[in-house]
C-alpha cells in the first residue's frame, strides 16, 4: 500500500499542481493532506498564485482518495 503525503498549501495553485503531478508518477493508494489547505495565513501576503477555489476544485477531483487532518 502506497500513501502520498503533502502539506501546507495555502491556497496555492502552483504547489498544488506540482504535488499532484508527483502523485500520478508515482500512483499511491491514498493521498493524506496534513493541513493548512486553502488559508494562506495572517502574516503573509497573498501571492499570485492565490487561489482557493481552483486549489478546491482540483482536491475535489481526488475527493475519494483523501484523508484530511485539519490544520493547526
Known amino acids: 500500500m502506497k500513501i ?3 502539506s501546507d ?3 496555492s495553485v502552483h504547489y498544488l499542481e506540482s ?3 508527483a502523485y500520478e508518477r508515482e500512483p499511491a493508494n491514498s493521498m493524506v493532506i496534513l493541513g493548512d489547505e486553502l ?5 503573509n501576503p497573498l ?3 492565490y ?3 481552483k486549489v478546491t476544485e482540483l482536491l475535489n477531483e481526488h475527493a ?3 484523508i484530511a487532518v485539519r490544520g493547526n
Request: proline share 4%; aromatic share 14%.
Open 9 to 11: 498549501i495555502h491556497g
Open 19 to 21: 504535488a499532484l503531478h
Open 47 to 49: 501571492t499570485e498564485e
Open 51 to 53: 487561489g482557493p477555489k
Open 64 to 66: 475519494s482518495e483523501i
Open 39 to 43: 488559508y494562506h495565513g495572517a502574516r
Open 4 to 6: 502520498f503525503f503533502m
